[in-house]
């Protein structure tokens, strides 16, 4: 069990007249309006477009530089019945950029087929032996999804072997572009695309916009043909929540109406997914990154992301039952490998004896699996608060180590200053993998750490609850609740609104589950139920103050307003 880190609460400073505008002009609560205000939204044009987002206000495809070209040959792919090869990435934004492309070109006529880098065999990205196969098995084609952007030396070897490569991408690039036949990335330089947070899956399934336009445009869908892209925005969910991009702007609007498409897919691979999952009725932000995407990312982790394609392109609800609970195995196995590794680590930092004095956390190990260290750098962080690396060595002296950061500490820069004791590395603020020798890792570890306590202060390493707005008891109502539920969905960029409650008394404490409180709460006369997840090793006093998230518990046909606690502390 991990227990909640001590926070520094820190209430946003609003400007409440904007508040109490937005919250006449659009007919709203205080307390909704002062979260939107505080989100930059202040006026009731803005707030009904970030409420009930459109497709129609998703932007022109043909920003993206690189587009027309890619678009153009892919059409004379079709022509030519010339065979493409979709190389995707072995993440949830890999695979589902990879099924989406996939999926939608051959049921427009074309030639399609898939590769996947394994994790352990092949590496991230591009690599010339992989190249070297897709062409052996006569492809003309190779189409890249969510890597390509740095692979310079692969997109030279494709044009010396006569084969086309569009990169489609959204990583950062490096100071060289590849030389590919189409570059299609909106963080490339002088890409005029304005929404620059896309992921993978995202700026993949804008080329499927464009594409099916130039389809439309030269007769390509005769009769009733035309595909509907909508049938496509479950795979597009998936990955845009799954690789934590923020959700706003064009990913608001992909995750809002992917949401509803995973909860009423007919596709048999993602029913049979949310079963395992235990999922039923609708499908919430929450449940993807937590239940779905764990699952479609663990037999990349443990071995091969190919089931995960597999899964997902499947038109046989019997073949998708069996992947599915093949799936889950493999999720059920990294979790135990997690939890082994999470016990080793923690026993590691504490033997140390050096946190909370160290500015950051590098650990490295024989025994720890290479695809399981990322998550278990997550869940450091969620503990100690201190940018984490956690490196797995292997039997002939290599080491490969997966990063998870803070806010305020831009975990790539930190890693480029070290990069004299690192043979590769890549990833961007909060998130970064490393490879290097084994016997470097100590030194390597110094100069991160030097590198860590130059760049941290004291303040950036106490973890932060921000509060959108002071609550009022009588403010709780499920009227509320249901209004702020319309700012779903949440993740990174539009995090879940935490409202403060002072002075609130505990009148009933018990533990339930994993290490949680469930409470009864009483206020200015108003009593509340509350669940405080991983708070059961609080000591709750009497009078208390509450961060929480109003929401309606829904349990056998009932639905009653209840407080999920996120912290407490003793009434101030």
């Known amino acids: 069990m991990i227990t909640a880190v001590h926070r520094k609460w820190n209430t946003k400073q609003t400007d409440l007249t904007k508040a109490a505008r937005l919250a006449e002009d659009a007919s709203l609560h205080r307390l909704t309006a002062t979260v939107l205000v505080a989100r930059g939204i202040e006026t009731a044009n803005e707030a009904a477009t970030f409420l009930a987002p459109s497709l129609s206000d998703m932007l022109d495809p043909h920003l993206l530089q690189g587009m027309d070209t890619a678009v153009a040959r892919l059409l004379t792919a079709r022509r030519n019945r010339e065979t493409v090869c979709i ?15 996939v999926s939608f070109l051959r049921q427009t006529g074309f030639s399609c087929r898939y590769f996947i880098p394994n994790r352990f065999d092949d590496g991230y990205g591009l690599n010339r032996e992989a190249i070297q196969g897709i062409i052996a098995l006569g492809t003309d084609l190779i189409v890249s999804v969510d890597c390509g952007i740095t692979a310079v030396d692969e ?28 570059v299609i990335n909106p963080v490339q330089p002088g890409c005029p695309y304005p929404f620059k947070s896309l992921a993978g899956v995202g700026v993949a ?25 909508r049938d496509w925005l479950d795979l597009v969910a998936l990955g845009t929540i799954a690789d934590v991009v923020p959700l706003t702007g064009q990913n608001r609007i992909l995750a809002f109406h992917g949401l509803r498409q995973i ?19 609708g499908v919430t932000c929450g449940q993807v990154g937590f239940r779905l995407a764990p699952r479609l990312n663990a037999a990349g982790r443990m071995e091969s992301a190919v089931p995960g394609v597999d899964l997902l392109l499947s038109a046989d609800q019997a073949e998708s039952e069996g992947i599915a609970a093949e799936l889950d195995a493999a999720n059920a196995e990294r979790q135990a490998v997690e939890r082994r590794i999470l016990d080793e680590a923690i026993a590691m930092v504490e033997a140390s004896g050096a946190y909370p004095g160290c500015r950051s956390i590098v650990l490295s190990s024989p025994n720890w699996h290479q695809g399981v260290v990322g998550i278990v750098a997550s869940r450091l962080v969620e503990r100690y ?50 490879g290097l020798r084994a016997d470097a890792v100590v030194s390597f570890a110094a100069a991160f750490e030097a590198e860590a306590a130059r760049l941290l202060t004291d303040g950036d390493l106490v973890a932060q609850l921000d509060m959108d707005a002071e609550a009022r008891p009588d403010d709780i109502t499920p009227e509320l609740a249901r209004e702020l539920k319309r700012l779903e969905p949440f993740g990174a960029g539009n995090p879940e609104p935490a409202l403060l409650m002072r002075g609130v008394r505990v009148m009933e ?6 290490g949680h409180l469930r409470l009864r709460l009483s206020a200015e006369g108003r009593h509340f139920n509350a669940i405080a997840f991983r708070l059961a090793s609080r000591q709750v006093p009497g009078m208390v103050d509450i ?26």
């Open 87 to 101: 190389y995707g990435d072995y993440d949830v934004d890999g695979i589902t950029g990879t099924a989406l492309l």
């Open 155 to 182: 997109a030279l070897f494709c044009t010396g072997q006569g084969i086309d490569l569009i990169v489609v991408d959204h990583h950062l690039p490096k100071e060289t572009i590849p030389a590919a036949l189409a």
């Open 205 to 229: 399934f804008n080329l499927l916009v464009a594409l099916r336009k130039a389809l439309r445009d030269e007769g390509g869908f005769p009769g009733a043909g035309e595909p509907d892209l």
């Open 263 to 281: 909860t009423n897919s007919i596709k048999p691979g993602i029913r049979a997914l949310k079963r395992v999952a235990g999922i039923t009725g």
């Open 385 to 434: 608060h201190r940018p984490t690396i956690l490196i797995s060595l292997d039997e002939e002296g290599n080491a490969k180590g997966s990063g998870r950061s803070i806010p305020g500490f831009h975990l790539l820069d930190a890693i480029t200053a070290c990069a004299g004791f690192l043979e590769r590395f890549g990833g961007h603020r909060y998130a970064a993998g490393i």
């Open 509 to 514: 404490q018990r533990m339930v589950g994993d």
């Open 547 to 572: 961060a929480f998230f109003p929401e309606m518990n829904e349990w056998n046909g009932n639905s009653t307003l209840q407080l999920r606690v996120k912290d407490l502390r003793p009434a101030e």
